[in-house]
């Protein structure tokens, strides 16, 4: 009984307009929240694109339908998540868990790592960690034509698999379910209206990409720290995560700078 009546409290934060007063009163909530719209476009600007092709098939207001459809889930679905993920990370073995989630996602991500099963037969028996094949990268998104509530529902689903790596990286920067949840919201409207401007701004600076899986390592690494009862402040989380943007458009440019020179002098 004490657990249901823990986890029901818990949902009851997003209600508690006093609690929602004193959160967004405070700079440093508003510094959280710019920094979880900040890594949920880098991460999820190219998203759009693949939502944008899964309705393509549609008319023109049948496809701004599904998409408005396909935001009310994922808004519905951070909703549940965040209510729910903000009471069980309090366990120690989930935070742990997650972390280690992230900090998967992270390097997978960074070095075209995926899990692969020794088989013996058609027997998966050991797994193991190589490196992905190359026909395996760059997969298209296949257009098939569905009637309008199937691709409702192809989009709902698409935008909880997107949500999952943002929303569970969310539970390493605040515990606080309305910073959390405003994050969210703000990150998915922005990655729906202006997914061209980060999609630009990650071909202008390429290494943008590497560095949001850089800081979920940093938010992996904050999150089993906290574990082991070091917490991280916010002032160095933030000094992290600008030294890390800055550190990304920085290399990007002395590439770039280097690659020019090098096709100006083969010419």
Excluded at 78 to 91: E, H, S, W, Y
Excluded at 141 to 151: A, H, L, P, S
Aim: proline share 2%; with cysteine; net charge neutral.
């Amino acid at each position: 009984m004490d657990f249901l009546n823990s986890f029901i409290n818990n949902f009851m934060e997003f209600f508690n307009w006093a609690n929602l007063t004193a959160i967004l009163s405070d700079p440093v909530n508003w510094g959280i929240i710019a920094s979880l719209v900040v890594l949920e476009g880098l991460l999820s600007a190219d998203n759009a694109l693949v939502l944008a092709v899964l309705v393509s098939h549609l008319p023109k207001e049948q496809q701004k339908r599904a998409l408005f459809y396909g935001l009310l889930g994922a808004y519905v679905f951070r909703f549940l998540a965040i209510g729910l993920g903000t009471f069980l990370v309090k366990i120690t073995w989930i935070k742990i868990a997650g972390a280690l989630y992230l900090l998967w996602i992270a390097c997978s991500n960074l070095f075209d790592l995926e899990v692969r099963w020794l088989r013996v037969g058609n027997v998966p028996l050991l797994p193991y960690i190589a490196r992905k094949a190359d026909d395996e990268e760059g997969e298209s998104v296949q257009n098939k034509k569905m009637g309008f509530w199937r691709t409702v529902l192809t989009v709902e689903l698409m935008d909880i698999a997107f949500s999952v790596d943002s929303v569970i990286a969310a539970f390493g920067v605040s515990n606080q379910v309305w910073v959390l949840f405003l994050g969210g919201i703000l990150g998915v409207l922005m990655m729906r209206g202006v997914a061209q401007v980060f999609l630009k701004l990650i071909e202008r600076f390429p290494e943008l990409e590497k560095a949001a899986f850089v800081l979920i390592i940093i938010i992996g690494g904050k999150m089993l720290a906290a574990v082991a009862g070091f917490e991280i402040s916010h002032l160095v989380f933030f000094g992290l995560l600008i030294a890390v943007f800055v550190g990304a458009m920085v290399l990007s440019t002395i590439r770039k700078k280097a690659a020019h020179k090098d096709d100006s002098e083969s010419a």
